[in-house]
């Protein structure tokens, strides 16, 4: 059974530092492209970051630049969304989704691409 689950949510102070993990069960994530998503209270899902397959290209929403960076570890079955500078603005749901690509492919912010949905993990950011 393909699965994914997400960890590292919690409540952080304005400007402070989370790392989210996502972990694939019941398949490898080597076939995969990863997208992570956040989903705030009475607004549109968002794409904020995507990794392709072969980890060579990622994509990040304007809103998240220079502030988070994804990564992958393969042997891990796992990844990474490391965020910084965090502000009231990022409170959301963080949601990892897998979408099978081939190596050579990219990856996008569209919800559509993916597959295999995690159950979410919450980001609150207060003083």
């Known amino acids: 059974q393909l699965q994914l689950v997400e960890s590292g949510g919690g409540l952080v102070q304005p400007g402070g530092s989370l790392r989210l993990s996502c972990a694939a069960s019941g398949f490898t994530l080597d076939y995969y492209k990863i997208g992570w998503f956040r989903q705030a209270p009475g607004k549109e899902r968002e794409g904020v970051s995507c990794v392709s397959t072969s980890g060579s290209y990622t994509m990040y929403a304007d809103s998240v630049k220079g502030r988070l960076t994804i990564s992958r570890d393969n042997a891990k079955n796992t990844v990474y969304l490391q965020m910084n500078s965090l502000e009231p603005a990022d409170n959301a749901d963080y949601y990892c989704?897998?979408?099978?690509?081939?190596?050579?492919?990219?990856?996008?912010?569209?919800?559509?691409?993916?597959?295999?949905w995690g159950q979410g993990a919450q980001v609150t950011v207060s003083s």
């Open positions: 989704a897998a979408g099978i690509s081939p190596i050579w492919g990219r990856c996008s912010s569209g919800p559509e691409d993916y597959d295999s």
